[in-house]
């Protein structure tokens, strides 16, 4: 199953993505997050929400086989909405959002990210986005809540990650710990917010939300349409190819 949800504790949801290899998730595996994070914090009974993945890295990104193989665009327009659809279900989730990262977080693990509430981390964790290498863009809204402006442009030009440990340094992962104590670490902090009246701490996230400079939905539709250019112009089709041979696939 790619996606899951359980409750260890009361109060806890916890959703985990499982995707091997890679976590790079098909375009169903984008909506089926998206329902499982609104899902989740639709149900009274969620006070919190713990967003984790099995294997070694967090999330790939999207799953650019599955795009290859569409002679059209159908795969393609699927998997913008996709993602544009989980990163919502995140920062629009009723309830916070713990992001629990280990591994490689890269470009739609970034989008999921740069939307949490709360960041923890292992400390092998690194984030980046490498979609000038595959011809496309986006998730450059959500990087850019992770890290000051001009460093930001950096990583996105040049295809270069950060660590965790540097984000921490930024303020924008709340803890870096060893690989082996990061579920308990994001539980640590679930508690913590389960314990609240949960009333106060979903008006909190509506308020929090509302006061957002940043328009978060609009900002990464703005971001895909240039995605959807570069594809028209047969840009996007031979860079991800490219990568693929690369890789060996």
């Not at 359980?6 to 998730?25: K, Q």
């Not at 665009?73 to 993602?83: F, K, M, T, V």
């Not at 890269?106 to 984030?127: E, I, P, Q």
Request: aromatic share 6%; hydrophobic share 45%; glycine share 10%.
């Amino acid at each position: 199953m790619t996606v899951s949800t359980h409750s260890p504790e009361p109060g806890i949801a916890v959703v985990t993505v499982d995707a091997p290899p890679v976590n790079a998730l098909s375009v169903k595996g984008w909506f089926a997050l998206a329902s499982a994070v609104t899902d989740a914090g639709r149900d009274p009974a969620t006070h919190v929400v713990v967003l984790r993945a099995e294997g070694r890295g967090f999330n790939a990104g999207v799953d650019i086989k599955e795009i290859q193989r569409d002679p059209g665009y159908r795969a393609l327009i699927g998997a913008n909405e996709g993602c544009a659809a989980a990163f919502s279900a995140v920062y629009d989730c009723a309830v916070p959002v713990i992001a629990a990262v280990q591994g490689f977080c890269l470009g739609g693990g970034v989008g999921l990210v740069g939307n949490a509430d709360v960041v923890v981390a292992s400390d092998d964790a690194t984030f980046g986005l490498p979609e000038v290498d595959r011809g496309a863009l986006g998730a450059a809204t959500h990087l850019a809540r992770l890290v000051p402006q001009h460093l930001m442009r950096a990583l996105y030009y040049t295809a270069s990650t950060i660590t965790a440990a540097q984000l921490h340094h930024h303020g924008s992962v709340y803890a870096v710990v060893p690989r082996e104590e990061l579920d308990e670490t994001a539980l640590v902090v679930a508690r913590q917010i389960a314990a609240k009246d949960t009333r106060v701490i979903r008006a909190a996230k509506q308020a929090i939300n509302g006061i957002d400079v940043q328009p978060v939905h609009r900002s990464y539709r703005f971001e895909q349409g240039f995605t959807f250019e570069l594809n028209l112009a047969g840009v996007s089709d031979g860079a991800r190819q490219e990568f693929l041979d690369g890789k060996g696939k």
